[in-house]
């Protein structure tokens, strides 16, 4: 392997940001070690760092994309582990309030259902298979190492109760905390980043279940929106072991019991029965997992003037999402594609890696514009805390036009489809045609 930008680069944090983050580095550095605190099982299971893993879990169209990008065989691995394909806006039924359920159209492309324990280790596989990736499990990362013009060099962290250090030109931190980074900002005298918070206290539960064959459904999938009234949604998404996911969530504390009978319970207060009757007749393989998520959060490293050379924070450090959307995976792996196409144009330049952070922070700009927008709905709950956008009943009135065009034209339903996925631009919506329909919509309501 020619060292391309340096010698040793190091990702702490085994998730799948994470680990892609270390097969892009492995084409651009000599070594990438990768540094995970917890113990990391040989086989597809949850483990204590990730509590959420339990929780079902989307990589929509255009993180498989980009994943693919990393590891040309990946779809094919996932589905020889488990994975469940299922046709997009077909197979997985979508109901949100108003239009309950949507369409089914075929737009062409799939979505691969699995656990989060069966990606991460599937991608975790493939990723120890570069001789030049070193993962070491049960690593706690205490400090980053500085040198005198604050420069980051490298790290400590323990290993079986002794210290060590390791030194590297590039220190990646996708250890979703992001404390390291925070507190090398410290450190140097650098303010930390502002943090825009949008406070949804959601709180969620996941069982795994065996679905009755007897039942009769048109569908491999649900997702039921919640309406501002109730903020009660759920999912319905097969995977590996022809068992099948269900999640139940609830806004603002408001989450499902873990009890079978309370769980069951509280899909039944949905607007449309097709959640609770699948529950109703289903099989538990297990117990009820709960979760809660505090709030999405976005930091505006773009906004600092000043930031440590051979630091690079990504994925949840910089910018996370309510989980109900699947945003997470998506957006971590297009933040890896801009530093890929970053890391491309710096190649053999004298000093490449001087002001990385800084080009990384404002080109990923437009990968997280989207999804935020669509974190920012959450603002149509009464309890929401933050600072709702001062056009926001104007958005959600549009968006509520929209979305009635788009059940009735196929054309803007595919395009929606596209840009839910992260594959299109939202400023596609505004096509003048479709602003005209939309515009036509809002008058007919009022």
Known sequence: MSSLLGTHAIVIGAGIGGLATAKLLSSYFAKVTVLERDALPDRAEPRVGTPHCRQAHVLLKAGL??????????ERELELAGAVRARTAVDILIET?????WPQRDFGFDTLCMTRPLLEFVVRSMTTKEANIDLQPQCRVTKLRLSADQR???????????????????????????????????????????????GVDIAYGTGLFRLSENASRSWRGVIHRPAAASGRGGFVFPCENESWQVTLNGMHGDGP??????????????????IYGALNEATPLGVIHRFAFPSSRRRRFEALTAFPHGLLPIGDVICRFNPAFGQGMT????????????????????????GLASAFFKAIQNVLAAPWSLAESDFMYEKTRGARPADFAQRMQFSGALMRVAAQDARVHRLLTEVNHLMASPTLLRDPEIVRKVSAQMAAST
């Open 65 to 74: 994309q980009e994943l693919l990008n990393l590891y040309p065989e990946l």
């Open 97 to 101: 309030p108003g239009i309950d359920p």
């Open 152 to 198: 980051v060099t490298g790290l400590t962290y323990e290993q079986a109760g002794a210290a060590r250090e390791i030194t590297a030109e590039l220190i990646v931190d996708a250890s979703s905390r992001g404390n390291m980074t925070l507190e090398t900002l410290d450190a140097c005298g650098i303010p930390r980043p502002d943090e825009m918070d949008i």
């Open 257 to 274: 019991p873990e009890d079978l009978p309370g769980f069951i319970a509280f899909a039944k207060t949905f607007r449309t029965s097709t």
């Open 331 to 354: 957006v971590a792996a297009q933040e890896i594609g801009v530093l890929r196409r970053l890391l491309d144009e710096q190649v053999g330049a004298t000093a490449p890696l001087e």
